[in-house]
Antibody
Framework: EVQLVESGGGLVQPGGSLRLSCAAS????????MDWVRQPPGKGLEWVGR??????????EYAASVKGRFTISRDDSKNSLYLQMNSLKTEDTAVYYC??????????????WGKGTTVTVSS | DIQMTQSPSSLSASVGDRVTFTCRAS??????LAWFQQKPGKAPKSLIY???SLQSGVPSRFSGGGSGTDFTLTISSLQPEDFATYYC?????????FGQGTRLEIK
């Protein structure tokens, strides 16, 4: 069974840091691009960023709202995806989802999602 | 950035109804469009990719269409489990962006 399980969420003060993890199983993790998506309480979905696969040199893309503060990385030997969040702001409060991206016709779309982990930034 | 606009924002319908949601991109995205379903307190679920391709395991009452800037998601005969919020998302270029969602409620 294809599965993604996020962890590492919690309460952090503004300006603080947090590292989220996403453990993947049931598929060849190293072949896939991977995404982080977040959802503030009561609001819609916001894409956070993407890491490409080794074949694409593990390059990354970020939303403007997190660029320079968040870093996405992966460890294919551990089938794991990470999101390092620094300089956190209250507006970063959200449920954070990891998602697998699958490639069709030259583009990658999100086809499998984890259940999410909650991050609360508050003093 | 490409903006995705969904309409309506909410919709009331009955079991057995046929409903159609609309998603418009601020510029052409070919067919690089996905649809997701989200129920309260749950993760999004992939329904449609490449504008009209059904994700494995998704019932055939769901269908997608469109290309360029205008897209639709249709549910041919609503079932009780279909009442949820639906999001479109483009994956043509970065940043990837979602529509604001359409909430489907029971009439």
């Amino acid at each position: 069974e294809v599965q993604l399980v996020e962890s590492g969420g919690g309460l952090v003060q503004p300006g603080g840091s947090l590292r989220l993890s996403c453990a993947a199983s049931g598929f060849t993790f190293s072949d896939h691009y991977m995404d982080w998506v977040r959802q503030p309480p009561g609001k819609g979905l916001e894409w956070v960023g993407r890491t490409r696969s080794k074949a694409s040199s593990y390059t990354t893309e970020y939303a403007a709202s997190v660029k320079g503060r968040f870093t996405i990385s992966r460890d294919d030997s551990k089938n794991s995806l990470y999101l390092q969040m620094n300089s956190l702001k209250t507006e970063d409060t959200a449920v954070y989802y990891c998602a697998r991206a699958s490639r069709v016709a030259g583009r990658s779309y999100m086809d499998v999602w984890g259940k999410g982990t909650t991050v609360t930034v508050s003093s | 950035d490409i903006q995705m606009t969904q309409s309506p924002s909410s919709l009331s319908a009955s079991v057995g109804d046929r409903v159609t949601f609309t998603c418009r991109a601020s510029q052409g995205i070919s067919n690089y469009l996905a649809w997701f379903q989200q129920k309260p307190g749950k993760a999004p679920k992939s329904l449609i990719y490449a504008a009209s391709s059904l994700q494995s395991g998704v019932p055939s009452r769901f269908s997608g269409g469109g290309s360029g800037t205008d897209f639709t998601l249709t549910i041919s005969s609503l079932q009780p489990e279909d009442f949820a919020t639906y999001y479109c998302q483009h994956y043509n270029s970065y940043p990837l962006t979602f529509g604001q969602g359409t909430r489907l409620e029971i009439k």
